[in-house]
């Protein structure tokens, strides 16, 4: 199986920053696709940022200019910095992969990690 854990969310007062971590770890071939979604209350989940092996990134308008998508291949990791941050960013976070193992692609989440900004 494959297991994505992140960390890294908490709470910040308007303008202030947090870096959110996911790790992929268990049995699989490779990673293409990491991306970050959130999902606010009363809302449909959204994506963030996406971050393809070799690709290019893409982030939501809202967030341009103030989150920054990253990734560690080597650790299988992901990270969002997020700088700025504006109460409307307020949601749960989950982190998606999509991996290869057992000769197909798959898409895997992580369990979501809270971001609350105050204003």
């Known amino acids: 199986q494959v297991q994505l854990v992140e960390s890294g969310g908490g709470f910040v007062q308007a303008g202030g920053s947090l870096r959110l971590s996911c790790a992929a770890s268990?049995?699989?071939?490779?990673?293409?696709?990491m991306a970050w979604y959130r999902q606010a209350p009363g809302k449909q989940r959204e994506l963030v940022a996406n971050?393809?092996?070799?690709?290019?990134?893409n982030y939501v308008d809202s967030v341009k200019g103030r989150f920054t998508i990253s990734r560690d291949n080597a650790k299988n990791t992901v990270y969002l910095q997020m700088n700025s941050l504006k109460p409307e960013d307020t949601a749960v976070y989950y982190c998606?992969?999509?991996?290869?193992?057992?000769?197909?692609?798959?898409?895997?989440w992580g369990q979501g990690t809270q971001v609350t900004v105050s204003s």
């Open positions: 268990g049995s699989f071939f490779s990673i293409n696709t």
């Open positions: 998606y992969a999509r991996v290869y193992r057992e000769y197909a692609w798959n898409n895997y």
């Open positions: 971050i393809p092996s070799g690709g290019v990134i």
